[in-house]
């Protein structure tokens, strides 16, 4: 008895003690990297207490308004149009990890296997979208008026030899109209989340020097918090290096 009054002594003094930080995450691979880190933050004097989204809008419009610490589901170039768009002013913390875009059919085993006037849906998204044209362009299906252009639309493409037929959707959503195009542009958590494994099913897919590297965001007053510091020390240590390697089998690159 005694030591279980010991044991409920210190749970209730950890409590008292240690800061919340509430960070909205993807599924995957964001919530389950955040799910590893816990223990050690804990130790830390830092609860951390993860929100799934399954969007890309909310965790940055919760954050910005206050109702959570940080987000861990975007891109830099995704974090900087959605700033300009919203007039807001999240920042970066830290790079964690990279999720190469992938391209992937149902149908068909090679791009230059797709017919004339293929089915091709993209993300709808200003940066993703501009990203998964930027793959179709290096990989030689359309041309775009600039091909470094990472906010690159539809309405940029200069020459579509197959006369591919774009459709723009959430990103979420890609996986499950997969089975209905020819061709679906889709970002690597949503393709995990699907049970699709980007290294073997990707028709082709992001080199490692893709600059869309995830990170963790938060808010300009809240960068210099003790937890958000300590969260990032956290998600910047060998062991979730092996752990991203070991888990997505390099489908997902750590990028520290």
């Known amino acids: 008895m005694k030591k279980l009054l010991v044991a409920f002594a210190a749970v209730a003094a950890f409590s008292a003690h240690a800061e919340t930080l509430t960070v909205a995450a993807s599924p995957v691979p964001h919530a389950e990297i955040l799910e590893f880190v816990k223990p050690a933050l804990a130790k830390e004097g830092v609860d951390l207490q993860v929100k799934v ?42 790079a964690v990890h990279l999720e190469p875009l ?22 709808n998204d200003a940066t993703n979208g501009g990203r998964a044209l930027l793959l179709l362009a290096k990989n ?21 030899p197959k006369d591919l037929k774009f459709r723009e959707l959430e990103a979420a959503t890609l996986p499950r109209v997969l089975t209905q195009v020819d061709l679906a542009l889709i970002n690597t958590n949503y393709a995990l989340e699907a049970k ?28 210099d918090s ?21 888990k997505y089998k390099g489908a997902i690159k750590p990028a520290f």
């Not at 359309?142 to 020459?159: C, G, Y």
């Not at 003790?226 to 070991?246: C, G, R, S």
């Open 226 to 246: 003790d937890a958000v510091k300590k969260l990032v020390a956290a998600l910047h240590t060998p062991e979730v290096k092996q752990f991203i390697e070991e």
């Open 102 to 123: 992938g391209a992937y059919s149902s149908k068909y085993k090679k791009l230059d296997e797709l017919p004339s006037g293929a089915n091709v849906v993209i993300p």
């Open 140 to 160: 030689g299906l359309i041309t775009l008026k600039d091909p470094t252009n990472i906010l690159s639309t539809i309405k940029d493409i200069t020459a579509n």
């Open 53 to 94: 989204f399954t969007d890309y809008v909310q965790p940055n419009v919760q954050v910005a308004e206050k109702r959570l610490d940080a987000n861990f589901f975007q891109h830099q170039p995704y974090l900087d149009e959605f700033n300009k768009a919203k007039g807001i002013h999240l920042v970066s913390v830290g």
């Open 196 to 223: 699709l494994d980007p290294s073997k099913d990707a028709l082709v897919i992001e080199g490692s020097d893709s600059p869309y590297v995830n990170i963790l965001v938060t808010r300009e007053d809240n960068k």
